[in-house]
């Protein structure tokens, strides 16, 4: 007896397999796809004319040599003012002896050219070096000359003093610092400072 022959399958069910074949395909790809660009921001400035996503800048000086370094997940800049809007901002400041100095905030600001940097909400100011760190509301930092300041309250910390005041200023390049208007602090005895003087990290000096 000869074995029966399979039917020949339709032309429908032909174009369902490939249709889940592709179905399939197009899920295997989908992760590798570059994911599509958020909405385009808006500023009371105007539309912007481009902006970075988890962008970092970097600026030279003169000499070839950078000297500032933003890393944001969200850079913005609109013609209108030539103006650089920044998300939760992150800034490596170099000074010319190399030493590093960072800066945060919840916003920031790269005036016209690049120049100056402002930060907002949040604002602060390490030096590793020198191990103290300073928080404030609006951080302003002139790369230009080097200078950082805050006409806003702030806390300086160097653990275990800290100091308020109504202003500060930094020079990074000559390494001083100044709080000034209406300073008050506290300053424990020395035998406290030595039992106290263990290496900190910026995550460990909060307000």
Do not use: C
């Not at 369902?16 to 500023?43: F, N």
């Not at 100056?116 to 609006?138: H, K, M, S, V, Y």
């Not at 002139?142 to 500060?168: E, I, K, Y």
Request: hydrophobic share 35%.
């Amino acid at each position: 007896m000869l074995p029966k022959r399979l039917p020949r399958p339709s032309f429908r069910l032909w174009l369902l397999l490939i249709l889940i074949g592709l179905g399939a395909l197009l899920a295997w790809l989908a992760p590798w796809q570059t994911p599509a660009p958020g909405p385009v921001p808006t500023d009371e400035a105007g539309e912007p004319d481009y902006y970075l996503e988890e962008a970092r800048l970097t600026r030279f000086d003169a000499q070839g040599r950078a000297h500032q370094r933003l890393d944001s997940p969200r850079l913005v800049h609109t013609p209108h003012d030539d103006v650089t809007r920044a998300v939760t901002p992150v800034a490596h400041l170099i000074d010319r002896e190399g030493r590093r100095w960072i800066a945060s905030g919840d916003e920031g600001r790269l005036g016209p050219g690049g120049n100056p940097l402002t930060l907002t909400g949040n604002a602060r100011l390490f030096a590793p070096e020198e191990r103290w760190q300073l928080d404030t509301e609006i951080l302003h930092f002139d790369a230009n000359v080097g200078h950082a300041w805050s006409d806003t309250p702030a806390l300086l910390q160097q653990p275990p003093q800290h100091m308020r005041g109504d202003r500060f200023d930094a020079w990074i390049h000559d390494n001083r610092s100044r709080l000034t208007d209406n300073v008050r602090g506290h300053h424990p005895p020395e035998r406290a400072q030595q039992g106290q003087a263990e290496a900190i990290e910026p995550e460990d000096v909060t307000p």
